[in-house]
């Protein structure tokens, strides 16, 4: 199944300078536009931007409207946060031994609980 980007009209997604997926500029330049763009060789800079496309992309994940645009921004988050893992060095088994440990001690998500209010 071929997906493609679901136009959005979120304000961070029209922010520039900003992280986007390797094959964009070539794209962007197929279609007879001048594509402006610089390689991030900086770790911290490339992180910086790295934790900003997360931000964008689950902000279009929590505006997603049906299950094909819900699994592409799914999808997106994902490939973000892979690649925040790999600038990081952590592994795949890190991330799920965490994870269950976690889950052990505090639980998960699928639980549906909403905390109110805490007393004083």
């Not at 922010?15 to 279609?31: A, C, N, S, W």
């Not at 645009?69 to 799914?74: L, N, R, S």
């Amino acid at each position: 199944m071929k997906h493609t980007h679901t136009e959005t009209d979120l304000p961070i997604e029209n922010q520039y300078p900003k992280l986007v997926r390797d094959k964009i500029p070539e794209m962007i330049e197929r279609q007879g536009k001048k594509a402006e763009y610089h390689l991030e060789e900086n770790d911290e800079e490339y992180l910086s931007y790295l934790f900003a496309k997360l931000l964008e992309e689950a902000t279009e994940l929590s505006q997603a409207e049906g299950s094909d645009h819900q699994k592409e921004e799914v999808a997106d988050v994902r490939e973000v946060i892979s690649a925040i893992q790999l600038a990081l060095g952590i592994t795949e088994p890190e991330i799920k031994e965490v994870q269950a440990s976690k889950r052990e001690e505090r639980g998960g998500f699928t639980g549906r609980f909403i905390l109110d209010s805490l007393p004083e």
